[in-house]
């Protein structure tokens, strides 16, 4: 449960957002149905901006009342402890979903925008570059925050900028892609601003060449990766020069369990939250494999699945080399 101390405070942000906003908003909704691991307690308020005035009047909100703030998109790349978060949650969806041409060559999208349907926008109007991104469940908005990336190829080889919102200050900028520092799954965007829209540049191509290569993806994708329970994808980020799933692999914790979480037999460095998980079961396993691999492998595997809320045991996951 989110703290009781924190609930008068939570109360009244919801109603003060709520009062000013368009979207809506919500007092300790349920956060699992909204991640891809299905695991996790409450936001202690949701909000689901509409526009760009939603995220301003949340903004300023936050900052007046002290709040922590968390902003979501599809949920793929996180884990939410069990008694959520005790914040306002800000999930980006509808009003920032649209997409748009940006010149003879460019793409345009709102932060709340599915990934893939960006890629196959931009394949119905022979442009390519997206393709990589064609199977990875993100938002426009999460994509760049992590820099999402498959096949060689990431976010930041296309991106030309991004729209940001800095919500505590009430202060949006157009950022160059070369102003976010992207490197492998890393973005220089703080916890408290939000990419409310982004660029892409791409290049003319052949509409059927595009396609094959996205079915191409979509077929290595379906043969290599397992899906029958909810997972966040990579867990562990590469270290340089190896793979974490052949690292997990070899320590022979392929299919290891911890309560409901589970190494996946098939695909090592993705953990399963099978029904009945707890998120601190997941994290619990996070920490025992990290801890194998090191022990094992004189390895240390860094989390890629962002972390979010309270764990017990919270300082035993390294997240520092
Ligand atoms: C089956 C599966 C396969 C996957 N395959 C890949 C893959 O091939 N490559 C890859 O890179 N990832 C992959 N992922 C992980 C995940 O899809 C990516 O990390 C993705 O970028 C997360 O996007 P999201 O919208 O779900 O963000 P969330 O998971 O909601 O959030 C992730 C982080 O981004 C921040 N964030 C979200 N939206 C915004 C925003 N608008 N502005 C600022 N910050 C924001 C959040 O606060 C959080 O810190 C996979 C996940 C799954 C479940």
Redesign the pocket.
């Known amino acids: 449960m989110v703290p009781e101390e924190g609930d008068e405070t939570l109360r009244q942000a919801a109603e003060q957002i709520a009062a000013a906003a368009s979207g809506r908003v919500a007092f300790r909704e349920p956060l699992a149905p909204f991640?891809?691991f299905r695991v996790g307690g409450p936001a202690g308020v949701l909000v689901e901006p509409k526009d760009e005035r939603d995220l301003e009047v949340a903004g300023s909100v936050v900052s007046r009342l002290g709040l922590d703030i968390?902003?979501?998109?599809?949920?793929?790349?996180?884990l939410i402890g069990d008694d959520g978060f005790p914040g306002v949650v800000i999930r980006?969806g509808k009003g920032f979903e649209w997409i748009r041409r940006a010149g003879d060559d460019g793409v345009e999208a709102g932060?709340?925008a599915n990934?893939p349907q960006v890629a196959n926008w931009a394949r119905r109007r022979s442009l390519a570059g997206m393709e990589f991104s064609v199977?990875?469940?993100?938002?426009?908005?999460?994509?760049?925050?992590?820099?999402?990336?498959?096949h060689g190829s990431?976010l930041s080889d296309v991106l030309e900028s991004a729209r940001v919102c800095h919500l505590a200050e009430g202060r949006t900028e157009e950022i160059a892609a070369a102003g976010l520092s992207m490197t492998y799954?890393k973005t220089a965007?703080g916890?408290g601003?939000?990419?409310?829209s982004a660029r892409f540049r791409l290049t003319p191509g052949d509409p059927a060449e595009i396609a094959a290569r996205m079915e191409k993806y979509r077929v290595h994708r379906t043969r290599t990766?397992p899906?029958e329970a909810p997972?966040?994808?990579?867990t562990f980020r590469n270290p340089t020069g190896s793979s974490a799933g052949a690292l997990i692999e070899a320590s022979g914790l392929k299919g290891h369990r911890i309560g409901g979480a589970e190494v996946s037999p098939k695909h090592a460095n993705f953990f399963f939250a099978r029904p009945g998980a707890k998120a601190q079961d997941v994290f619990d396993l996070m920490v025992f494999v990290q801890s194998e691999v090191e022990k094992k492998h004189g390895v240390r595997l860094l989390p890629?699945v962002?972390i979010i809320g309270f764990f017990d045991n919270a300082d035993e996951l390294k997240t520092t080399s």
């Open positions: 991640t891809s968390l902003i979501l998109g599809r949920g793929s790349n996180v980006m932060g709340g990934l199977a990875i469940p993100a938002t426009v908005g999460g994509g760049v925050a992590m820099n999402a990336g498959a990431s799954r965007v916890p601003s939000l990419v409310c990766q899906a997972n966040a994808g990579s890629e962002r």
